[in-house]
């Protein structure tokens, strides 16, 4: 019988101790998984720490860390989703706004959308000569070059 008690890896009535090594692999799997995602989000990809948060509560199904961070992480993307849609209509009535297109642009380089931030910060060295046009090309240097 397995049955976990907590997503540290401590079982109660583990049964043997192939099981128990079994499981010791999976949190630990699980735990380096959470941090990788954690490293991921810190860096500003949002997609792939979510994509990292879910496979390790698929691993490790008790991992309520993972499970925690994956909820965030996904209420996150929603609002996201929900500011890019107000700046699309911002963009199609004020084009030329390059502080609305420099926004676009990172989101999408946050949801790991590179070929849409690539485009969208390319946009605003066409609108902008100044500090959005500077700093578009830094985030292009740092994050997509290629």
């Not at 309520?64 to 929603?78: F, H, I, N, P, T």
């Amino acid at each position: 019988m397995r049955r976990s008690v907590m997503a540290c890896g401590l079982l109660e009535n583990a049964g043997t101790d192939k099981i128990q090594v079994k499981m010791d692999n999976e949190v630990q799997q699980a735990t380096l998984l959470c941090q990788t995602a954690l490293e991921m989000y810190s860096k500003g990809r949002l997609a792939d720490a979510i994509d990292t948060w879910l496979k390790a509560t698929q691993i490790d199904p008790s991992c309520s860390e993972a499970k925690m961070r994956l909820g965030y992480a996904l209420d996150e993307k929603q609002g996201i989703l929900d500011e890019l849609q107000e700046l699309s209509q911002q963009v199609s009535q004020s084009p030329h706004d390059a502080a609305a297109h420099y926004r676009i642009a990172y989101l999408m380089f946050t949801l790991g959308h590179d070929d849409e931030a690539r485009a969208a910060w390319l946009r605003v060295m066409q609108v902008d000569d100044g500090t959005w046009a500077k700093s578009s090309r830094k985030m292009l240097r740092k994050h997509l070059a290629g």
